[in-house]
């Protein structure tokens, strides 16, 4: 919009934050494998050793991908562990594309090479003798705890809040409705969205995503953690609420061009 060529100018001084990638962690029950035991009048015979049968690692799989609305080539590679990343993607994909990997639409299908393989390995174990029971914790009740990330959906909903969640480790200011309000003034929505006639525009940095953004300001006050790509709606709402608390104290205090 006009007059963002000032605003959204990066400041000498940009808020410098650290991310902490949160981890996952899991405890499992281990339980005893009963062989079995024979008796006979002859001598007894020896254990059979233990043995190990690894399974093997699955190769890559070849997949179609149907981009869906608020995607982008990183997003899409990281959800897909897609070994070289988003370029390797693009490459694979550069005839559907086009030449600006940042321009991919809803509708359009990818051929995705992952590398997920199977969870784990298996291994079957022979023994001759009855294996001392685990022992239980206090209570008597033997318990297995698994902790599992927290996911969000993908759409503004969904970007939203995990952007509030991404902002509330780093300390930045914002809310909900602050979020969604200028969202739906700047762009209705749309993390594709571009201004490609304000005054920001004609000096050769168009304002982008869902806060329209410009890539000075969004390379200023990126967020650690987040993926470069301004057209990533977390990676840009984080940006933007970043900018909002330097320059307004917050995103809730911007009611119009900022």
């Given at each position: ?41 002859a ?76 969870a ?106 987040t ?32």
């Open positions: 919009m006009a007059g963002r060529g000032k605003h959204r100018r990066p400041r000498t001084n940009p808020l410098t934050r650290g991310f902490i990638a949160a981890g996952t962690g899991g405890a499992a029950l281990t339980l005893p494998l009963l062989g079995a035991t024979h008796a006979s009048a001598e007894p015979q020896s254990a059979p050793a233990a043995q190990s049968v690894p399974q093997a690692a699955q190769p890559a799989k070849s997949l179609t991908y149907t981009v869906v609305k608020g995607d982008s080539l990183a997003r899409i590679a990281d959800r897909h562990d897609v070994s070289g990343g988003w370029k390797q993607l693009y490459k694979d994909n550069r005839t559907a594309v086009g030449d600006n990997p940042k321009l991919i639409h809803p509708g359009l299908k990818l051929t995705v090479k992952t590398t997920k393989t199977s784990a390995k298996k291994t079957a174990t022979q023994s001759s003798a009855p294996a001392k029971p685990a022992a239980k914790p206090a209570g008597g009740v033997a318990q297995a705890t698994q902790a599992s990330a927290k996911t969000y959906a993908d759409n503004l909903d969904g970007w939203i809040r995990e952007s509030l969640d991404i902002m509330a480790q780093k300390g930045i200011p914002g809310s909900y409705d602050g979020i969604y309000r200028n969202i739906m003034r700047e762009s209705s929505g749309n993390p594709q969205a571009i201004n490609n006639w304000d005054s920001n525009a004609v000096a050769g940095t168009p304002s982008k995503g869902l806060l329209q953004v410009i890539d000075p300001t969004f390379a200023a006050y990126h967020v650690a953690g993926s470069f790509d301004p057209y990533d709606p977390v990676a840009n709402i984080t940006a933007a609420c970043n900018y909002a608390a330097d320059r307004y104290g917050s995103i809730d205090n911007v009611n119009g061009p900022y």
